[in-house]
Each structure stands twice: as structure tokens, then as C-alpha cells.
């Protein structure tokens, strides 16, 4: 049987700890926009959140200042300097390098940030970042991701049994997609998370609003601390 897993074509292979650091200064840049640019400490505090986060990770503030480094080496973060500011503040920087508009980069945040996940979802989940009318102009931005050079997105091989195609990011290289795709072919063999998952996300959905904009509050505090 041919493998129709995607794969990456420009040698994308951020690690992941590259890949939250670099999701939550995206999505930081949306929504807590007073806030931003991010010190080391906000940083490690949006990537260990314990909602809208998949998985959920337990990142030292070492371990995420490595991380940076190696984005910005890799020209997708910068350190922005501000003579007001007593600790270093960084941002990123693939608005620039991949020519994206407000929509894509929240698409792209949430798949950074989520994994896999359907068009559906993503609208669901994007908006708090950019509010998409309908399923379509979801469709319609990771059509244009995936058309970029390289690509930013795909759409894995639809699972037995699933009615939705599920999208991923391809920054994290070959291994990390073909863990998604087996990933998402052991979940459908086992039945899938079917309407419980489905209602599941529903609630969380529901408590990640209260909860995120407890962390945002808290990262906010802390950088005046």
C-alpha cells in the first residue's frame, strides 16, 4: 500500500520545545497584545499552560531560553530590545519570513500548539485569534499554507472511519507528521474519541476561556514582578 503520509520538502525539523516556544509567541502576539513582546519568564508560563495546550508540557525557563536561541539562530524569533524593559523580551518572526496574514498565523499557532486537528476545530479554537465566518475560510487559509514554499501545512491521510480530514503543521519535520498519522490511525482503530470526545472538547472549550485568561493575567503580572 503506497504511504500517503505528507512530507516536509525543505528540511523543516524544529524540535518540540521549538515548536511550543514558537506557538505560544504567536498566539501571545494576539491576544495579550499589551504584554507583548514576551520575557523568558511569560514564555514558560504559556508553554506549561495546562488547558489548550496538546500535550502538555513541563518546560524549565533554562530549557525554553535554549530553545529561543535556536529560534532565533534559525531567524524565527528576535530579541527586542527596550530600554524600559529590566529582563529581555522576544518575538516572533514568521509573519516576515513566511509572508503571513493575520488568519494564517493563528491557524498556524493552533496547530503548534494542538497538533493535528480538523478545519472545524480550528475555528472553533482560533477564536480567540481571529474570528473565521465559517468553515470555509478555514479551509481557504490551509489551502494557501499548504501551497507555500516550503509548506507550512497538510492534510493527513483520512483515518477508517472518520467523516473529517485533520490538518498538521510540518515545522516539526518527517518524524514528527508520521507520529501524527500513526497517532491518528490508532485512535480510529480503537473506535476513535466518537460524540464523547466531541462533547469533551465542548466543555473544555468552555473552562479554557476562564482559564487562559487566568494564566494571561498572571503572565502579565510578572512582568512587572
Avoid at 529582563?87 to 496547530?111: N, T
Avoid at 480538523?118 to 468553515?135: I, K, M, N, P, S
Avoid at 508520521?178 to 460524540?195: K, L, P, V
Wanted: net charge negative.
Amino acid at each position: 500500500m503506497q504511504d500517503t503520509t505528507p512530507t516536509t520538502e525543505a528540511g523543516f525539523d524544529l524540535d518540540p520545545a521549538e515548536i511550543r516556544v514558537l506557538g505560544v509567541l504567536i498566539e501571545k502576539s494576539f491576544i495579550t497584545p499589551d504584554a507583548y513582546p514576551l520575557s523568558v519568564n511569560a514564555i514558560t508560563t504559556g508553554c506549561n499552560q495546562l488547558t489548550a495546550r496538546e500535550p502538555v508540557m513541563s518546560l524549565s525557563e533554562t530549557e525554553v531560553q535554549d530553545a529561543v536561541d535556536r529560534l532565533i539562530a534559525r531567524r524565527l524569533v528576535s530579541k527586542r530590545d527596550q530600554q524600559s524593559a529590566r529582563v529581555a523580551k522576544y518575538e516572533h518572526l514568521v509573519r516576515l519570513r513566511h509572508s503571513l496574514p493575520p488568519a494564517e498565523q493563528a491557524v498556524l499557532a493552533i496547530l503548534l500548539l494542538r497538533g493535528a486537528q480538523t478545519a472545524g476545530e480550528l475555528r472553533q479554537r482560533c477564536e480567540r485569534l481571529h474570528r473565521f465566518d465559517d468553515v470555509a475560510a478555514v479551509d481557504a487559509v490551509l489551502e494557501h499554507l499548504a501551497e507555500k514554499y516550503p509548506p507550512l501545512v497538510a492534510a493527513l491521510p483520512r483515518a477508517p472511519g472518520t467523516k473529517e480530514t485533520r490538518h498538521v503543521h510540518l515545522l516539526g519535520g518527517d518524524a514528527a507528521v508520521q507520529e501524527m498519522a500513526e497517532a491518528q490511525s490508532a485512535g480510529a482503530g480503537s473506535g476513535g474519541r466518537g460524540r464523547i470526545g466531541e462533547l469533551e472538547d465542548e466543555v473544555r472549550r468552555l473552562r479554557e476561556e476562564l482559564d487562559a485568561l487566568r494564566g494571561e493575567f498572571a503572565a502579565f503580572r510578572k512582568q512587572f514582578d
